[in-house]
């Protein structure tokens, strides 16, 4: 294994193009994603490789998943990019009653084998309209698979796999995680879907959280470490469907739940697996499953006020104490 | 146009008719489930674009679609069974009348929400020009579906890359409730293509060669690569918005103008006065359009229903739901 | 109290006309909502009264809601109708992201005081494009309001509160609950929001149960009070936010909760629920809750399929009876 | 036009300048949070049509809108405080640069989502409309966001309706990197207009006389309950699409040309051949300009920030969020 450490943007770049030399079939579409090279330049050299198969398009975004989704019963492999997750509002529609169930809709037939890239979550201080957490907004519809990765090499195995995927996949991009680096495999293949992955063992307590609350929560295990409380981390990877095996199986051993997640608590995706272990692994659980979350507000602009809103190191280190203490 | 293409549109026409008919009575016996949108009277419009079509073209039917559906290549029986919601059916009963699809022959009429074809139908386009094949892709729409956002994000972009795309729309002047004028300001909505500089024609819909006419400039500019053009094809649906409407919104002398404007009676007309045609050549063809439905209709009725765990299949490529 | 015998959609119809007598800053707006009076017939008689208050409009939902919220910044109080809910998926942007959000962003000044009537639900044989229950979609988002009236009587009730509220209100029609009968009170006034309704009491179980989902739950308690099983029913009647202050007490009370949701297990609501149990109430609980929901899956058109995929009485006394026998 | 109006629109134009490059030089400095949209090299077409509104009427700027904002009626300090994100801004810093409302003096340039204010404006013609009186709404829009299909929806219905709104679509030819040749099919966008049979019409943006006139026949005809109208104003952005993009995607001799044709200077040239303006008489208004927006960055700079506990507020309007 190389020891060659590039950025999280780099790696889902470098994914697009192992695809696009693999297979012709997967092409990339979205607002500057071609000529420019992307609004945060993830997808830049790739136009001047393919110039047909990097498509500039209007600020249409239904457009955009209308067309991944005709391209993908004719067999392509479209790549899409929401510059900003947040506008894949006006493109709902598309995402949950065509891409969603076009494979049922066709019988099996075909289905939309397509991966949308969305720029989510907050920290630059661009407020409400630029900041958002979609994946509550899907998670409610079947057929939709939806991957969180939180480092480089995840960034890279899972993009790849997404793009094979046969499946409609919302494969959100952090914003905050793109000048991250870490070590990534030039060659590096696929990733496995749906696998969650234990960060670091652990007896105590349970925590999950993925993309940019990762490492809150890795920082949390070192400093409870030191009082004697030991935190499994489990970064989900993919957020629907979850693995279930690893979560229970870890809350199992633990017998103890917090989860870390990003974007307003009433509904985010914390409340499903609180909920699927509050249901099937009862019986083991010592103390009440805690979600540490945003606060239920629009993201705000002022730096201090978003701050405030989104989950803290401290909010991590305070709920894993108070479970502990129950 | 000779006789021969004119007696087969003839017979098309009335396929759908009796089809939708049958559809229609079934529905009344309350033996179809959910509801149901007829195109009686929109025969022409059906068929004359159908008529111009490969098997590899694109069609996105509507809600309004059996007729065009049933003119793209699947079993009439087939049809009549999804609309039942039989196990038979085209799509195993998972989809019922609004939601058609048989890929085979081309036929995408899946969707139930207004707008969202338009948009599909870049996809298809665009792979024709990905994969440099002549493939055109039809978007069957009505006027009131014009209103959604989607047909704008559609026509703008088709036009932009000269997507082979038809935008085929059949002004039957409604939209459930809605005269056109009310809810969009042009005289003639063709008015609204020609915003984007795409050729745009309004045809009369129930002059079944004034449309093959029309749908063969247009699929020609398709499969030439110059790109979208849209067909405003006049018509009227005689029944109401769905199976069962009273469709009290509409004054009875427009009603019976447009019955008498019936795209069959004016077709069979030209063949019998202009095409030597007898009334005779014409029983044939109605009888064999008459046991395709009969066979459809009972089909239909024996088949049995689906399984009720058939409607777990299909929601992801690599997981089975419980 | 009168006893008046009439429909749910009646329901609606004489709050919509009560609230449009008593203040002329209320109208109605949507596709055939006018001169027909709805495509089920609900807003009849309004345009006669007030034809320039009963708005048809164009096949346009975003520009519905947006003008909804535009009229709104200028003090009205307009209630739309979305046809079917699962429309308003074209219009998802205008909900999450202006109606939602314009209080917050113009700094309390004005807010989008709009009624969105959503007629949802399966069960009239029309597949998944015109079933679907779009509470998931909206939850997560701070700022709306979300109403499930589940008799005549709340549907009037709730209506008129919800017209009154300064909040923008998704109100959430079963259109199975339409030809429904009740006792309404010809002078009815508004029914408080946020405030979830004891059923019937009980000491065993507690069940959550909203529209379609209050029938299973009541025919439960009465077939399992023979078995001994006491289940105390609450009607939410909002479901966001949730009446925490109800939930919890029955469920300190009971120690057991099953929650009968349509739609989706994945997120829907019932996780929400589920969670805040599982936080607050943790020592209380006495069995594992339980969720009990439709399947996973796109609505199918065929009876069969969709009876089955619907979540079922039986669905709910196995549920009931496995939490008890925990 | 006369002397004072055009004298008072060079200082407006100036107000816009000044303002946008103190932006910028804060957001390189790293001063100003996130990132911001400037309207340097458009400073006529929102003057211009500022210029014939009312305080009561709707304006809805976009992300690029600051000029329209400043000239909207809001303090130039306060708007600035706002981008700074400062507890003193307008909106006490919780939306910043793209997100500045003061109903007060109707703007409402609150929205980042493109496309959205469209159907927003909807809303605010249609109320004019229900309460009868004369408040128009205006709709600051750029080429790009033509492709939304919210736009669609929002002619459409304004057309058919006759509601008082006017698209003042200033095409400054780039989206991001994107012309708009390459995202739209028409050669003028106004062409889109017509197909909705909305009067439309294409004018040089930088010439602040032309937008005046155009914006006038805009309002008036709103006003006269007689619907929309499209205004295409051409025009540039001397920056890229935000303070700090390169902006490589455009050739250096385009940027020229319109640099060349800076609006100040045309106006500026204007006063001092056809007006007997003096040079002196204009750096009076220069230096008054001057100070409104030093004292506008230090109010900003010298601000407090808001209390974290700020973002919770004005979500409900019955319930506080914890
Ligand atoms: C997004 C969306 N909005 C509304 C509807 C409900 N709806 C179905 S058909 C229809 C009228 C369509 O009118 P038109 O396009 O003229 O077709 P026609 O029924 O006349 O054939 C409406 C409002 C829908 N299915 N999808
Ligand atoms: C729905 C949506 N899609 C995309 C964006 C991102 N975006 C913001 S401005 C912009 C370009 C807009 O171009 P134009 O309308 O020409 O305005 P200009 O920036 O040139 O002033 C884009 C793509 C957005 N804010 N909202
Ligand atoms: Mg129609
Ligand atoms: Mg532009």
């Known amino acids: 294994m190389s020891e060659r450490i590039i950025s999280f943007s780099k790696a889902i770049n470098e994914a697009l193009i192992q695809e696009m030399t693999r297979d012709d079939k997967v092409f990339i579409i979205g607002e500057d994603v071609g000529k420019m090279g992307g609004d945060f330049g993830v997808t830049s050299g790739i136009w001047t490789k393919w110039p047909h198969r990097a498509k500039d398009t209007a600020l249409s975004e239904s457009a955009i998943i209308g067309l991944c989704c005709g391209s993908a019963i004719c067999g392509l492999r479209p790549v899409a990019e929401m510059m900003f997750a947040d506008f894949i509002g006006v493109a709902f529609d598309q995402v949950v009653n065509n891409a969603a169930k076009l494979r049922y809709m066709f019988n099996g037939e075909v289905g939309a084998q397509i991966v949308i890239r969305a720029v989510q979550g907050g920290g630059i201080r661009c407020a409400y309209h630029h900041s958002q957490c979609i994946e509550p907004w899907f998670m409610n519809t079947p057929g939709l698979v939806i991957v969180a990765p939180a480092t480089p090499a995840e960034a890279k195995g899972l993009l790849i796999a997404s793009i094979r995927s046969d499946n409609p996949v919302i494969f959100l991009e952090h914003k905050m995680l793109y000048n991250n680096k870490g070590i990534v495999d030039e060659a590096c293949e696929e990733m496995p879907l749906y696998k969650a992955h234990i960060e670091c063992e652990g007896s105590d307590i349970t925590v999950i959280a993925a993309m940019t609350m990762l490492p809150l929560a890795l920082e949390a295990s070192k400093i409870l470490k030191k009082e004697g409380i030991s935190l499994e981390v489990i970064n989900p990877r993919t957020i629907v469907p979850l693995d279930k095996a690893t979560i229970l199986a870890s809350v199992a051993k633990t017998g103890r739940l917090v989860i870390v997640q990003e974007g307003p608590k009433v509904l985010g995706y914390a409340a499903e697996i609180s909920a699927m272990l509050a249901e099937d692994l009862f019986e083991y659980l010592k103390a009440p499953i805690k979600r540490v979350t945003s606060k239920d507000v629009p993201m705000p602009f002022a730096p201090k006020m978003e701050d405030y809103v989104l989950p803290k190191s401290s909010d991590v280190l305070r709920a894993c104490r108070e479970t502990m203490n129950f | ?322």
């Not at chain 2, 045609?277 to 088949?303: C, G, P, T």
Request: net charge negative.
């Open chain 2, 1 to 322: 146009m000779n006789k021969e293409n004119l007696i087969k549109l003839y017979r098309d026409m009335q396929l759908i008719r009796r089809f939708e008919e049958e559809v229609d009575k079934c529905a009344k016996k309350g033996i179809i489930p959910g509801f149901i949108h007829l195109s009686i009277g929109q025969e022409a419009a059906q068929a004359g674009m159908c008529h111009v079509l490969k098997k590899t073209d694109f069609k996105y039917p509507d809600h309004r679609g059996h007729g065009a559906i049933v003119l793209c290549g699947t079993e009439p029986k087939l049809v009549m069974a999804e609309i039942f919601g039989k196990k038979t059916g085209i799509n195993g009963g998972r989809g019922g009348s609004m939601h058609i699809n048989d890929l085979k022959c081309g036929n995408l009429g899946f969707n139930g929400i207004q707008g969202s074809t338009q948009v599909t139908a870049l996809g298809t386009a665009f792979a024709s020009v990905y994969k440099n094949n002549d493939a055109v892709s039809v978007i069957f729409m009505g006027d009131g579906t014009l209103g959604e956002g989607a047909c704008h994000e559609s026509i703008n972009m088709a036009a932009t890359w000269k997507l082979p795309i038809i935008y085929c729309l059949i002004n039957n002047q409604y939209a459930i409730s809605t005269h056109y004028h009310e809810a969009h300001p042009q005289k003639e909505l063709k008015t609204w293509g020609e915003g984007y500089e795409v050729p745009s024609f309004r045809i009369d819909g129930n002059d079944v060669e004034a449309v093959v006419a029309a749908a063969e400039i247009a699929v020609q500019r398709a499969r030439d690569g110059m790109g979208p053009t849209l067909l405003e094809l006049m018509s009227y649906r005689w029944q109401g918005h769905f199976s069962g409407d009273p469709a009290a919104y509409r004054p009875d002398e427009e009603v019976a103008y447009w019955k008498a404007k019936d795209p069959l009676k004016i077709t069979k007309e030209r063949l019998l006065n202009l095409h030597g045609v007898s009334e005779n050549d014409l029983l044939v063809i109605e009888q064999e359009v008459e046991l395709i439905i009969k066979d459809a209709v009972e089909f239909s009725i024996s088949s049995p229903e689906p399984d009720e765990q058939d409607g777990l299949l299909y929601v992801y490529a690599d997981m089975e739901v419980q």
